[in-house]
């Protein structure tokens, strides 16, 4: 199975930046995908940011023109860079592996607040 880490959530003011990181391990086989989810309090979870094997990316349209999605330097990585945070960016933000199998990340939370 695929075991995955996020890091890289805080807190910032509205206006900030903050960049998040998502490094898979394990029986990782062939071209997979990889996806930026997010869950508000009360609300269900959405798609943010995802990245496919030849690194096309698709973006929320919440997320559209501030957030980009990237594979990181170090194989199996990839990185969500936020800009222009917005208090409804709030939320616990998951990392998602789409291959041969799937995995969840444990989730990091991000707060926006002045």
């Known amino acids: 199975h695929v075991q995955l880490v996020e890091s890289g959530g805080g807190s910032v003011q509205p206006g900030g930046s903050l960049r998040l990181s998502c490094a898979a391990s394990g029986s990782i086989h062939s071209s997979y995908s990889m996806e930026w989810y997010r869950q508000a309090p009360g609300k269900e979870r959405e798609l943010v940011a995802s990245i496919s094997p030849r690194s096309n990316t698709n973006y929320g349209d919440a997320v559209k023109g501030r957030f980009t999605i990237s594979r990181g330097t170090v194989k199996h990585t990839i990185d969500l860079q936020m800009n222009s945070l917005k208090p409804e960016d709030t939320a616990v933000y998951y990392c998602?592996?789409?291959?041969?199998?799937?995995?969840w990340g444990q989730g990091t939370q991000v707060t926006i607040s002045a």
């Open positions: 998602h592996f789409r291959g041969y199998v799937q995995a």
